[in-house]
């Protein structure tokens, strides 16, 4: 009995990963398969702007968690 409830919750961690990695790989199809069809400056453009958020996005991290530890 332990064995089989062992398998089960062995089973069941695999579907998650196996879910989360078919979840990862069709959202990356859908971003690569959009970027293919726009014109090279447009993908270039939307990268430029991705790129300057997150690093908007990482200096007011980085500057939140300094000033969280000064306390």
């Given at each position: 009995?332990?064995e089989?409830?062992?398998?089960?919750?062995?089973?069941?961690?695999?579907?998650?990963?196996?879910?989360?990695?078919?979840?990862?790989?069709?959202?990356?199809?859908?971003?690569?398969?959009?970027?293919?069809?726009?014109?090279l400056?447009?993908?270039?453009?939307?990268?430029?702007?991705?790129?300057?958020?997150?690093?908007?996005f990482?200096?007011?991290?980085?500057?939140?968690?300094?000033?969280?530890?000064?306390?």
């Open positions: 009995m332990l089989s409830l062992s398998e089960q919750l062995s089973s069941e961690s695999e579907r998650r990963i196996m879910l989360f990695l078919v979840a990862a790989l069709l959202l990356m199809g859908i971003a690569l398969g959009t970027a293919a069809h726009l014109p400056p447009v993908t270039l453009v939307a990268a430029a702007v991705i790129a300057g958020w997150l690093l908007v990482s200096l007011r991290e980085r500057r939140h968690k300094t000033e969280v530890t000064a306390r």
